[in-house]
């Protein structure tokens, strides 16, 4: 079969905004950091946001009170710390999660489009979740722990081929057309399942889409520990990120030990996208937007871009579950309908401003 | 063509000639096992009668009502996916392109939840809504990856299709839980409402694309040699594979707005065809068979491998496809995607 590969004319597989061959500009520190503090204000204010908006909309003056003297009795305190402010916490968590993995995965892989959803890792959570929900049979909130082996599973799977490919050097379209691929072979094995079983269909599309939803503190406390280990072990690799960018071979002869970093790396990946998942459902293109404008901004140090993504993350999915709850009052937009509705033009855009002059 | 008269290059078309002719053997026999087997066991002497109109009534109902029309659909539908599917692979150079990946299905499975579930389509006007989605989809994959390389188009159509996975998922979760079910069963790819209004569908607009696609399989063949080569051989590349991607899209379009979104077919077909053509070029007449071939036999299973459960055909089509994948993406050799 004389497959030709699509590489010819493909731009530099390398990270984001990589080490160009003309000497990089030195970021300064006082700039970045001054990012960051704009991004916690922004983050503090979505958040605001989130607590106040909603089919009920509530003045700030009683979400304040709500969190400082909270009543029981009053039905607006009620909302706001029971159904309000487990969500918030859980798209910060959430949100962190996918944008750091995001990070992590483009620059492990090398690969400016990495994203959990478009390599197909959200299709191996929904195939758990569904196993769980109609063979198993799960009640409550334990699909969650499948959805998490799911996850893990298929991230191996795909860093597994993305290795494979590594030698030769897998093309950016090459991951995410076997991502695609995964995804379609594993979405036909969930819709087989769900065919003969309404129960389940009728438990799996409300976490199918990607919500906030209902998701109470149980769901927090579950998804916590999960995302502070991988944002730990992820900013503990940054260094070594930073080497791989550079390609394996120069990342070894500088000294780095390159398999304990993309073990490290590869483990807080699979923590972060694993958690995230479980609690939110599959949510494709916030890894991949977040990753991109942190490697914007921040540059291709990892030390800054993971933390700038820390915060971008949660500021997007809690602002786009706010927007959602604007746009269809008093109905709501999942969340992760909004991603992608955002998402994916930006992945055009992406598309054609790295296609421009290189054709 | 270069070098037709070479003994290697006339025995090359000799077996394909045979490859097509065994294939077209194969689809028969599929066809009339399809239209004997059922609830209703009829013998291929009474399908033959009951089609030239010499069976009872109750046979003919039988035969040309229920079972011909699901028939012809399967076939139909079967040639315009591996033909589209042949096509994609061969233009965007890549064994792993085919409408399922590129977003044309799912931008149809997209408008046919919509139609189905809130605007409560069927029929005709189901259809209809499904091909305007699909064309519409794939217009702007075209336009958004207007002058871009051949994988760039490839990304923005994986983006078109997470964003319709989006809209399918959102409907879903709007809508009552038997819509639900009856969305999730169109979308599986099923052949249960094919009557003889989609087979008709289907059948114009096959008859109008298949031959236009099969024409153009010479320029494909110097399309393959890669971009400069061609066009020293005088093909106009740019405007050649414009309307080889937009014939593509068109026939799975077509294809799946009658069937529903069927995996695979388009993936695997063209490898297959390559594979028992033995010639190593592309070979779009027999892609398109083997298109039908195994919807027709998917169809079969499908039906009958459980007992009572009639299952749509597109998960069968799934199971057979997803291992197919896997040996894809794992295997070793230069020709590892």
């Known amino acids: 079969m004389p497959v030709l590969p699509v590489t010819r004319g493909t731009p530099d597989p390398a990270a984001p905004g990589a080490p160009t061959g003309a000497a990089p500009r030195r970021r300064r520190i006082g700039p970045l950091a001054a990012g960051l503090l704009a991004l916690a204000a922004a983050l503090v204010a979505v958040c605001v946001l989130s607590l106040a908006v909603g089919a009920n909309a509530l003045p700030f003056g009683t979400v304040w009170q709500a969190l400082t003297h909270y009543d029981p009795a009053n039905p607006h305190h009620l909302i706001v710390v029971e159904k309000r402010l487990p969500r918030t916490l859980v798209g910060i968590t959430v949100g962190l999660g996918l944008a750091v993995a ?196 921040a540059g291709p140090d990892h030390r800054w871009s993971i933390p700038y993504a820390a915060l971008a993350g949660p500021v997007l999915l809690v602002g786009c579950d706010v927007l959602g709850r604007i746009v269809v009052r008093p109905g709501e937009l999942q969340v992760g309908v909004v991603v992608a509705a955002v998402g994916a033009p930006l992945l055009v855009v992406l598309i054609r401003m790295r296609g421009k002059g290189r054709r | 063509m270069t070098a037709l008269s070479s003994p290697a290059a006339r025995r090359a078309r000799l077996r394909e000639a045979g490859v097509t002719a065994v294939l077209a053997l194969v689809i028969a026999a599929l066809a009339v096992l399809g239209l004997a087997v059922g609830k209703a066991s009829v013998s291929p002497p009474e399908v033959f009668s009951a089609v030239i109109g010499r069976a009872d009534a109750m046979t003919r109902f039988v035969i040309m009502e229920l079972r011909m029309p699901r028939m012809l659909t399967a076939l139909l539908a079967g040639a315009c996916l591996g033909l589209s599917g042949a096509l994609l692979q061969s233009v965007l150079r890549n064994p792993l392109a085919s409408p399922d990946v590129i977003g044309v299905t799912n931008s149809a ?81 099923s052949l249960g409402r094919a009557g003889w209004d989609t087979s008709l569908t289907l059948a114009v607009c096959a008859a109008v694309l298949l031959p236009v696609a099969l024409c153009h399989g010479s320029r494909l063949a110097v399309l393959e040699l890669g971009d400069d080569p061609a066009a020293a051989l005088g093909v106009k590349v740019d405007r050649t594979r414009t309307l080889l991607l937009g014939l593509a899209a068109a026939l799975a379009a077509v294809a799946v707005a009658v069937v529903g979104p069927l995996p695979f077919v388009a993936l695997v077909s063209a490898p297959i065809a390559r594979r028992v053509t033995g010639t190593g070029s592309l070979a779009l007449l027999p892609s398109a068979l083997i298109g039908a071939a195994l919807l027709l036999a998917s169809d079969l299973v499908a039906q009958f491998t459980i007992p009572g459960v009639l299952l749509p055909a597109g998960v069968v089509t799934g199971v057979v496809g997803a291992p197919y994948l896997l040996w894809l993406l794992v295997r070793p050799g230069p020709h590892r995607v």
Not at chain 1, 124 to 144: C, D, I, K, R, T
Not at chain 2, 146 to 158: D, E, M, N, S
Not at chain 2, 170 to 184: K, M
Request: aromatic content about 8%; some cysteine; glycine content about 12%.
């Open chain 1, 102 to 297: 995001g990070v992590v995965m483009q620059g492990l892989t090398r690969n400016p489009l990495a994203d959990p959803g478009l390599l197909g890792v959200n299709a191996g959570a929904s195939l758990a979740v569904v196993v769980a929900l109609s063979v198993f049979g799960v009640q409550g909130n334990a699909y969650l722990w499948f959805a998490f082996a799911g996850t893990t599973l298929v991230t191996v799977a795909v860093y597994g081929v993305a290795g494979a490919a590594g030698r030769g050097g897998a093309t950016p379209v090459t991951l995410v057309l076997a991502g695609a691929a995964v995804t379609a072979a594993l979405t036909s094995v969930v819709t087989a399942i769900l065919l003969t079983d309404q129960a389940a269909l009728d438990q799996m599309r409300f976490w199918q889409v990607g919500a906030l939803t209902a998701r109470d503190f149980t769901v927090f406390w579950q998804t916590l520990p999960g995302i502070a280990a991988g944002f730990v072990l992820a900013f503990a690799a940054s260094r070594g990120l930073n080497g791989l960018a550079m390609g394996e071979e120069v990342a070894r002869s500088l000294g780095q030990k390159v398999g304990l970093v993309r073990g490290f790396a590869a483990l807080s990946v699979v923590l972060l996208c694993g958690s995230a998942t479980a609690a939110a459902g599959p949510i494709s293109f916030a890894g991949l937007i977040v990753a991109h404008l942190a490697a914007r901004i």
């Open chain 2, 109 to 189: 499975s997209a408008a046919g939840v919509v139609g189905l579930v809130v605007f409560g389509l069927s029929g005709f006007a189901l259809t209809g809504a499904v091909l305007g989605g699909t064309l519409a989809a794939t217009a702007a994959l075209y336009l958004l990856s207007w002058r871009r390389a051949a994988h760039q188009l490839v990304i923005v159509g994986i983006g078109i299709s997470a964003l319709c996975t989006c809209v399918v998922s959102y409907v879903f979760t709007r809508s009552d839980i038997r819509d639900a079910q009856d969305a999730l069963v169109w979308i599986n790819g």
